[in-house]
């Protein structure tokens, strides 16, 4: 089964992709032959440093054969269509995890490949993302508040939606203009409670987690300095997180930018998880590969 976006999958996966994370953490030896003997192509068509080398590590720490492949010696296309490389690629392939400009591609090559197709971060969503985010949350507390402020982009989707799904709740606050996807909104809403507001203090006041990204998301590098100026206001700096619950931590998919989206004192405060959160991408693509390949 593939994985290509939170929206796409049932509540009861998600539940079980985040504990599985948590179990492959806890126990990585009980793992470390189950993909004996399978190929996994890793595709990139943007940078990328934590889902670059965490699946790679994660693929073989399973047992598996990682085959990186680079956007520009593909040319998905462009050298070729894209149904031809997915369907090149699903004979040689047990698995295809690829990062990509647009979702449309993955739903495309997913339409014509066998193996199951793993979404590394698309325009809409980045799902590996948020089953490591759900487990970080959850390593702090079960059916956490979440804060998020910034973009509503395709970090925010996944953690939404996938948030909701496993009994928390979120409170969202963007620039006018930067909401997330109305369908998100709506998808989270059926399973728990969502507010979307305008005031970054309105969205953090209370919350166990208060959660950032960089405002201009790659592939978007033209809209930089209208982004900069919307976003204004929107930095989580120690004023805004001190209005969070006095345990709250604090969460980045990173890369971050310090003195845009986060001041350097919070991403370097005692409550930050960043970094446990970049470590929990690894378990996490770890579960998503046993699963898919389950
Ligand atoms: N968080 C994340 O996906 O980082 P990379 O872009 O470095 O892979
Ligand atoms: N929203 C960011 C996440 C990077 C991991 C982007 O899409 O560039």
């Known amino acids: 089964m593939d994985f290509l976006s939170i929206a796409d999958s049932s509540p009861d996966r998600i539940h079980d992709l985040v504990a599985m994370a948590g ?3 806890q126990h990585p030896g009980r793992f470390a032959e189950r993909l004996t003997g399978r190929s996994v192509g890793l595709f990139f068509m943007k940078p990328s440093t934590r889902t670059r080398v965490s699946s790679e590590v ?7 054969d990682p085959v990186v492949l680079k956007g520009d010696e593909v040319g998905l296309g462009g050298r070729e269509t894209v149904e031809d490389v997915g369907r090149v690629l699903d004979r040689y392939l ?12 993955l739903v495309s090559i997913a339409a014509v490949a066998e193996a199951p197709v793993i979404n590394l971060l698309s325009d809409l969503e980045h799902p590996c993302q948020a089953i490591a985010d759900l487990l970080t949350v959850t390593e702090h507390r079960p059916k956490a508040s979440i804060a998020y402020v910034g973009d509503g982009n395709n970090v925010l989707h996944s953690l939404m939606v996938g948030a909701t799904m496993i009994g928390g709740s979120i409170r969202i606050a963007t620039p006018v203009g930067y909401e997330p996807d ?27 987690c208060v959660y950032t990204d960089v405002w201009t998301s790659m592939g978007r590098e033209a809209e930089m300095a209208q ?6 206001g929107f930095i989580v700096d120690e004023t805004l997180f001190a209005k969070a619950a006095p345990d709250a931590i604090f969460l980045h998919c990173l890369p971050a930018h310090r003195g845009e989206e986060v001041s350097g004192p919070v991403m370097e405060h005692a409550r930050s998880r960043v970094f446990d959160q970049a470590e929990n991408r690894l378990h996490a693509f ?7 390949l389950g």
């Open 182 to 208: 109305d369908r998100y909104i709506a998808l989270a809403r059926q399973y728990g409670n969502v507010e979307v507001t305008n005031d970054p203090s309105e969205a953090v006041d209370g919350a166990d």
């Open 286 to 292: 770890k579960a998503v590969l046993l699963d898919v």
């Open 23 to 25: 179990e492959v953490k």
């Open 94 to 105: 047990d698995a295809l995890a690829m990062r990509v400009f647009d979702h449309r591609d």
């Open 227 to 232: 982004r900069l100026d919307a976003f204004s």
């Open 58 to 64: 994660g693929t073989r720490q399973l047992g598996a």
